[in-house]
């Protein structure tokens, strides 16, 4: 077959094979119904859920239909009477083959006991039904599961029952975007409170890079027991903060009861000789940081329960429990005021007053207080500098432990801009149609964190500077890096380099134009608001500051230089300056970013302001022979 056959034949199969895709519909979940009763068995509450879910296949190659996942905590739920099937077009009803068990697969977790059971549908053609049910029941109530109302697919029909003895009452709250399009039914039902949530038509949950959790801003139920009666009277179970608090205490009542010998003496040889709390309080952290590994244990309970802080000491290893109780226990025979506390991470959108349950926290710290203020106490980040705190509590709630009948809700702080900075001084003159220089960067707070963990970690690390330093900037050669105070101390993080731009400048007639400004932050950060419908989140407020000192040629002179420019609003805050000194132009660039979530609503704020600061990023100066 010659070359033109063959491109007329190609030709032809890709149009046959995109007017197939083209007609091949989308596969929707026609219904997942969720149906909780919530009982009372031998005098305590019991709730058993029977999931239901069906859907239609447009698609039978999608992998959201060839198959289905159960995830469970085999500590606290059970799962049975599985059924699952397929409908095929022609009506016929085939059964899954097999239904296996395997262990979730979870990054940086050592040992849990989460599991989940799997099954695929045989056979299955575009326009086949799939049914799937499944019974879970939970041994400890409190850890009652969330309702995502929206799925991967579109859904047609979304409804979740609570179907409630009437000694029972229970607490709900409906969180995320478009609640209140949610249909809300109560009815009564022999012994039972029926309450129902239903919403219709829902299109699949889209995904976006920089998105924060689904807590955020898909909707969902949480719902959870307030208390129950029995032949004694009434039962508190999770109905306030205090219950929720009761609830941990009875977890961590009888800890620490091995002997301490081994963990007192160090602890008096780490503090020998220091008077000051605030450093006694360091030279403590230093070393759980630095001595203890972290290793994510989520066994039952023993994702709860901090392990006895004498045997982390001795084993040198646990997770942020455990990391936690060792401070705590440390800073405590330091005769330092300190508290374990339990804490959501910014992954988890609750608040201890709103929801009073342990969906609120998935980690735990220590915190202590010194001269009448709190400091936070995260060892689990490798590279936060004391007194920080990781910056993934942010602005979160601390519930901290004071003694049986005592505890404090506190915030943990959200570092300004200010706090995380970058400062560079850079330096640079002409050479032909290209520029060369030296720079001299410093890094602080949570930037300097984020890049000591990139280094430190990193196999090649003189690539991985060359990376960073050019992440704002294509095409720049940078060569005798040299980095110092890549420690945990508060001292600046520095990076110093050579560096040389080709085709930065334009030699024309007796003319050199040139961009003065060498790095762009956010210039890339522009958002599709009429696409994106969800919130972006930062890992941290951040500023950076620039100040370039370049060299004027002899024999020239400033011909044009741009206006000074400033821009402020609640979002952004950013200015660039210019001056000259004998033959010397100094170029001033400052922006600081002050959101850790930016909403919905200030997107067109948001670029327009980008998009201003660009355009001087973008300015040029020119100078005449």
Same mark, same amino acid.
């Given at each position: 077959?010659?070359?033109?056959?063959?491109?007329?034949?190609?030709?032809?199969?890709?149009?046959?094979?995109?007017?197939?895709?083209?007609?091949?519909?989308?596969?929707?979940?026609?219904?997942?119904?969720?149906?909780?009763?919530? /009982?009372?068995?031998?005098?305590?509450? +019991?709730?058993?859920?029977?999931?239901?879910?069906?859907?239609?296949?447009?698609?039978?190659?999608?992998?959201?239909?060839?198959?289905?996942?159960?995830?469970?905590?085999?500590?606290?739920?059970?799962?049975?009477?599985?059924?699952?099937?397929?409908?095929?077009?022609?009506?016929?009803? @085939?059964?899954?083959?097999?239904?296996?068990?395997?262990?979730?697969?979870?990054?940086?977790?050592?040992?849990?006991? #989460?599991?989940?059971?799997?099954?695929?549908?045989?056979?299955?053609?575009?326009?086949?039904?799939?049914?799937?049910?499944?019974?879970?029941?939970?041994?400890?109530?409190?850890? =009652?599961?969330?309702?995502?109302?929206?799925?991967?697919?579109?859904?047609?029909?979304?409804? @979740?029952? +609570?179907? %409630?003895?009437?000694?029972?009452?229970?607490?709900?709250?409906?969180?995320?975007?478009?609640?209140?399009?949610?249909?809300?039914?109560?009815?009564?039902?022999?012994?039972?409170?029926?309450?129902?949530?239903?919403?219709?038509?829902?299109?699949?949950?889209?995904?976006?890079?920089?998105?924060?959790?689904?807590?955020?801003?898909?909707?969902?139920?949480?719902?959870?027991?307030?208390?129950?009666?029995?032949?004694?009277?009434?039962?508190?179970?999770?109905?306030?903060?205090? /219950?929720?608090?009761?609830?941990?205490?009875?977890?961590?009542?009888?800890?620490?009861?091995?002997?301490?010998?081994?963990?007192?003496?160090?602890?008096?040889?780490?503090?020998?000789?220091?008077?000051?709390?605030?450093?006694?309080?360091?030279?403590?952290?230093?070393?759980?940081?630095?001595?203890?590994?972290?290793?994510?244990?989520?066994?039952?309970?023993?994702?709860?329960?901090?392990?006895?802080?004498?045997?982390?000491?001795?084993?040198?290893?646990?997770?942020?429990?455990? #990391?936690?109780? =060792?401070?705590?226990?440390?800073?405590?025979?330091?005769?330092?005021?300190?508290?374990?506390?339990?804490?959501?991470?910014?992954?988890?959108?609750?608040?201890?007053?709103?929801?009073?349950?342990? @969906? %609120? /926290? &998935?980690?735990?710290?220590?915190?202590?207080?010194? /001269?009448?203020?709190?400091?936070?106490?995260?060892?689990?980040?490798?590279?936060?500098? !004391?007194?920080?705190?990781?910056?993934?509590?942010?602005?979160?709630?601390?519930?901290?432990?004071?003694?049986?009948?005592?505890?404090?809700?506190?915030?943990?702080?959200?570092?300004?801009?200010?706090?995380?900075?970058?400062?560079?001084?850079?330096?640079?003159? !002409?050479?032909?149609?290209?520029?060369?220089?030296?720079?001299?960067?410093?890094?602080?707070?949570?930037?300097?964190?984020?890049?000591?963990?990139?280094?430190? &970690?990193?196999?090649?690390?003189?690539? #991985?500077?060359?990376?960073?330093?050019?992440?704002? @900037?294509?095409?720049?050669?940078?060569s005798n890096i040299d980095i110092k105070n890549d420690d945990l101390t508060q001292r600046p993080l520095e990076v110093r380099y050579d560096f040389t731009l080709e085709k930065w400048a334009k030699h024309i007639d007796n003319q050199i134009i040139f961009k003065p400004v060498l790095f762009f932050p956010f210039s890339d950060s522009r958002i599709d608001n009429e696409k994106r419908t969800i919130p972006v989140e930062f890992d941290f407020k951040k500023s950076y500051e620039f100040e370039y000192e370049i060299s004027i040629p002899e024999g020239y002179k400033v011909e044009y230089k741009p206006d000074n420019f400033t821009i402020a609003n609640e979002l952004i805050k950013a200015s660039i300056s210019y001056s000259q000194t004998g033959n010397k132009l100094l170029v001033n660039q400052k922006i600081a970013i002050n959101t850790l979530l930016l909403q919905e609503n200030k997107f067109e704020t948001w670029n327009t302001?980008?998009?201003?600061?660009?355009?001087?990023?973008?300015?040029?100066?020119?100078?005449?022979?």
């Amino acid at each position: 077959m010659n070359n033109h056959l063959l491109r007329i034949f190609f030709l032809f199969f890709t149009a046959i094979s995109a007017f197939s895709q083209s007609t091949k519909q989308k596969s929707y979940i026609i219904s997942k119904e969720d149906l909780y009763t919530i /009982d009372i068995k031998d005098g305590k509450p +019991l709730a058993i859920l029977n999931s239901v879910e069906k859907k239609w296949v447009g698609d039978k190659d999608d992998n959201l239909v060839i198959g289905n996942k159960i995830n469970y905590v085999a500590s606290f739920e059970d799962i049975s009477d599985i059924e699952a099937y397929s409908i095929s077009p022609e009506k016929k009803k @085939i059964k899954v083959k097999g239904i296996y068990t395997e262990d979730l697969e979870i990054e940086n977790i050592f040992y849990h006991d #989460m599991k989940f059971k799997y099954y695929y549908f045989n056979d299955l053609k575009n326009g086949s039904e799939t049914y799937s049910s499944y019974k879970k029941t939970y041994k400890k109530p409190q850890f =009652l599961d969330r309702f995502y109302f929206k799925d991967n697919l579109e859904c047609k029909n979304s409804k @979740i029952t +609570l179907k %409630v003895n009437k000694d029972i009452e229970i607490g709900y709250v409906l969180q995320g975007y478009d609640t209140e399009k949610i249909e809300f039914n109560s009815q009564q039902e022999g012994n039972y409170n029926l309450y129902s949530w239903q919403l219709k038509d829902l299109p699949k949950e889209d995904f976006y890079e920089n998105a924060p959790n689904l807590s955020y801003y898909s909707p969902h139920l949480i719902f959870y027991i307030k208390n129950y009666k029995t032949a004694t009277g009434k039962t508190n179970m999770l109905g306030s903060v205090s /219950d929720l608090y009761n609830f941990y205490w009875e977890t961590i009542r009888n800890i620490n009861k091995t002997d301490q010998t081994a963990l007192k003496e160090l602890t008096d040889s780490l503090i020998k000789g220091l008077t000051n709390d605030l450093d006694k309080t360091r030279v403590i952290f230093n070393f759980v940081q630095s001595k203890v590994n972290y290793v994510a244990f989520e066994d039952g309970m023993g994702g709860f329960i901090p392990r006895e802080a004498s045997d982390v000491l001795q084993k040198r290893y646990g997770d942020c429990k455990d #990391m936690a109780n =060792l401070l705590n226990e440390m800073l405590t025979h330091a005769k330092i005021e300190s508290h374990i506390a339990w804490i959501g991470t910014r992954s988890n959108n609750y608040t201890y007053e709103k929801i009073p349950t342990p @969906i %609120v /926290d &998935n980690h735990m710290i220590a915190v202590a207080k010194i /001269d009448n203020e709190y400091i936070f106490l995260d060892a689990t980040g490798q590279y936060t500098i !004391f007194p920080s705190y990781t910056a993934f509590i942010q602005g979160k709630q601390a519930l901290l432990k004071i003694d049986k009948d005592n505890h404090k809700v506190i915030p943990v702080p959200i570092a300004d801009p200010d706090q995380n900075n970058t400062t560079g001084k850079i330096k640079f003159e !002409f050479s032909n149609n290209s520029i060369t220089g030296k720079a001299d960067f410093q890094l602080i707070g949570f930037v300097k964190s984020h890049l000591l963990n990139q280094y430190k &970690n990193s196999s090649e690390k003189t690539e #991985m500077l060359k990376t960073y330093l050019s992440r704002f @900037i294509q095409n720049i050669a940078t060569s005798n890096i040299d980095i110092k105070n890549d420690d945990l101390t508060q001292r600046p993080l520095e990076v110093r380099y050579d560096f040389t731009l080709e085709k930065w400048a334009k030699h024309i007639d007796n003319q050199i134009i040139f961009k003065p400004v060498l790095f762009f932050p956010f210039s890339d950060s522009r958002i599709d608001n009429e696409k994106r419908t969800i919130p972006v989140e930062f890992d941290f407020k951040k500023s950076y500051e620039f100040e370039y000192e370049i060299s004027i040629p002899e024999g020239y002179k400033v011909e044009y230089k741009p206006d000074n420019f400033t821009i402020a609003n609640e979002l952004i805050k950013a200015s660039i300056s210019y001056s000259q000194t004998g033959n010397k132009l100094l170029v001033n660039q400052k922006i600081a970013i002050n959101t850790l979530l930016l909403q919905e609503n200030k997107f067109e704020t948001w670029n327009t302001t980008i998009k201003s600061i660009t355009k001087q990023y973008n300015q040029n100066i020119i100078l005449t022979k």
